[in-house]
């Protein structure tokens, strides 16, 4: 039986009796699961009980305690700034918006049942992404793991280190960083495409190989394929004079079954597949059309789109697009005269 534990922000009786009479028709019509709901009324208790219990998702009315906006705000902002789990907020305010900036849904009392609020909250929850990132989860166990076997034991090393200056704790986090992505890739299904971007939301400020970049002028999508040493930064500038980019070209449509083959396989030396997700729409690198840029006019010219490509398909586009241009081949000789002169000979 799987259980369910979810937080309940309500300070109105009769809306918490609604919920908790919702929870009990979910119990009895499904024995495989057992939802519990903890009831607070405002909005310090709703603080408390997140740092004494784990919970599975919260519901928040958005007006409680005092009866401002702000009070619901601030369990939204607590959990935002320290937990990991579903939220979804509750308000009799058409067009309601939280002070934080967040993907949270947003329900209107009289309209969304609480079973179906519950319902989604499961849902989010049995994707496995809170067992992987919650304050009790897959990192968080691995992260202990690899304190104790992997860090603890060359303390003193890190503590000397430290003593001379260095920066310590921004080389751990690269080297724990290193230990946790050895650890957790060891056994998994095959890749899936959505994981083959990831957000930079937060980390625009800065290029990296992979980025993915719209050229202003025609719309057209680009990859930077400047190496990392190139990108590193000086002075809070990258360190190259000159960037380089290849054209991700739209995939073409109405391929037969073996064209498909050849492209998404990449059989193809100088083309590279990209599938589509919900963070890019796709297409085919092109290593054949590279451009370069002087990093002065780079985005006088080209738009980032807020995503890259992760790093561990980063390293095979550059591999074969280095491997496309090591080629080397033979100059050809006329080997039909020269099979001829052997021929003869023998």
Not at 31 to 37: E, G
Not at 223 to 242: Q, R, V, W, Y
């Amino acid at each position: 039986m799987k259980c369910y534990n979810i937080l309940l922000v309500e300070d109105t009786d009769e809306d918490a009796k609604n919920c908790t009479d919702s929870v009990e028709i979910m119990n009895d019509e499904n024995s495989d699961i057992s939802i519990t709901v903890d009831v607070t009324k405002t909005v310090d208790e709703a603080i408390e009980k997140l740092k004494l219990n784990n919970y599975h998702g919260a519901i928040i009315d958005i007006k409680i305690d005092d009866g401002t906006d702000k009070s619901g705000n601030d369990v939204i902002k607590d959990i935002i700034s320290t937990y990991r789990l579903p939220v979804a907020v509750m308000t009799a305010t058409p067009g309601f918006k939280a002070d934080e900036e967040t993907c949270i849904p947003v329900y209107i009392k009289g309209e969304t049942k609480y079973k179906e609020i519950i319902n989604e909250l499961i849902e989010i929850d049995n994707t496995g992404l809170f067992d992987v990132l919650g304050g009790k989860g897959i990192i968080e166990k691995k992260m202990v793991s690899v304190f104790w076997n992997n860090i603890y034991p060359q303390l003193d090393i890190w503590r000397k280190y430290n003593t001379e200056g260095v920066d310590t704790e921004s080389i751990l986090l690269r080297y724990i960083l290193a230990h946790l992505l050895e650890g957790l890739s060891e056994d998994g299904p095959a890749y899936c495409t959505e994981e083959t971007y990831i957000s930079l939301k937060g980390m625009e400020k800065r290029l990296h190989t992979g980025d993915i970049f719209l050229r202003k002028d025609d719309c057209e999508s680009f990859i930077l394929l400047s190496p990392p040493c190139d990108l590193a930064l000086h002075d809070g500038k990258p360190k190259t004079e000159t960037l380089m980019l290849c054209a991700i070209e739209v995939m073409p449509t109405g391929l037969g079954k073996g064209k498909l083959t050849e492209i998404i396989k990449n059989k193809n030396e100088f083309y590279h597949w990209l599938p589509d997700n919900s963070l890019f729409t796709g297409g085919i690198i092109n290593f054949r059309r590279v451009v370069t840029i002087s990093t002065e006019k780079f985005f006088d010219v080209y738009e980032g789109q807020g995503i890259k490509v992760q790093d561990t398909f980063v390293k095979n586009i550059m591999n074969r697009f280095s491997a496309y241009y090591a080629r080397q081949g033979q100059p050809d000789f006329l080997f039909d005269k020269e099979i001829e002169k052997r021929k003869s000979s023998n």
